[in-house]
């Protein structure tokens, strides 16, 4: 089955998109009056876009409940052709958090989320003896801005 052609949006669609990033729970005559429109133009277009797949679900947004959880961000470089056993192998790791490919030096770019330093520790020599792996580079996320 094709893959339908995605909706082109305008710019009342695309801030209505950004009032629901910033809270999918904000009243719709609250996002009208935000982005300068009827609550019933509003409601029209979120519709519209649900309907057309543009906008997938809505989420919680949750803080984390260990405010020391260490963060990080790791880059992959993946030899030849290991790719989606690499990937199979980095899904395993619970501490795991979010997992993309890319472009450029590197091939996979992962977010890390371990309760601790030594489990963070852990992770990264977990992840640097996965078959395939060929280098890593992480940097750990301070803080958020």
Avoid: C, Y
């Avoid at 409940?65 to 992959?76: E, K, W």
């Avoid at 470089?77 to 993309?100: D, F, M, N, W």
């Amino acid at each position: 089955m094709a893959e339908q052609p995605l909706l082109a949006l305008d710019a009342v669609d695309r801030r209505l998109i950004a009032e629901l990033r910033a809270n999918a729970r904000k009243p719709v005559s609250q996002i009208a009056t935000s982005i300068g429109v009827s609550r019933a133009t509003a409601e029209k277009r979120l519709a519209r876009l649900v309907d057309e797949g543009v906008i997938l679900g809505f989420t919680v947004r949750a803080r984390e409940a260990n405010p020391n959880t260490v963060r990080a961000v790791m880059l992959v470089e993946v030899a030849g052709r290991s790719t989606s056993a690499v990937i199979r192998s980095l899904k395993g790791l619970p501490e795991l958090h979010t997992l993309h490919t890319t472009n450029g030096g590197w091939d996979l770019v992962a977010e890390i989320r371990a309760e601790s330093l030594a489990d963070f520790d852990r992770v990264l020599r977990e992840v640097r003896t996965i078959d395939g792996v060929l280098n890593s580079e992480t940097s750990i996320l301070l803080s958020s801005v």
